[in-house]
C-alpha cells in the first residue's frame, strides 16, 4: 500500500526541524515508510491512538485509519517500546 502525502508532509516536517519524536498514529499504516529512516534524530516514534509525552497521555492528533503494522514491519528498528494506555 502507498504511503499517503499527509505521511510524507509529517515526516519531511519531522526532518526539517531536525525532530526527537514524531507522531504517525492513524496513518492507516501497513509498513514503516523507508523516508521514516533519514530521521537521524529521531528518538520516538507514535504509531497508535495515543502515546505518552513524559507527563501525560496525549492523543494523536492524526485523524485517519488506526496503523496496521506486524512485528515484521517492525524489524528494522533496532528497539521499540509499547506502552498502552491505562
Keep these: 500500500m502507498p504511503i499517503s502525502l499527509d505521511v510524507l508532509k509529517i515526516i519531511e516536517k ?3 526541524e531536525r525532530a526527537t519524536f514524531i507522531d504517525l498514529g492513524n496513518c492507516g499504516l501497513t509498513e514503516l515508510p523507508e523516508k ?5 534524530g529521531l ?3 507514535n504509531l497508535g491512538r495515543y ?10 492528533a492524526n485523524k485517519g485509519r488506526a496503523n496496521r503494522l506486524t512485528s515484521e514491519s517492525l524489524y ?3 528497539r ?3 506502552r498502552c494506555k491505562p
Design 14 to 16: 519531522a526532518k526539517a
Design 36 to 40: 521514516l529512516f533519514g530521521l537521524t
Design 43 to 45: 528518538e520516538g516514534i
Design 51 to 60: 502515546y505518552w509525552n513524559g507527563t501525560e497521555w496525549k492523543e494523536t
Design 76 to 78: 528494522p528498528l533496532k
Design 80 to 82: 521499540y517500546k509499547i
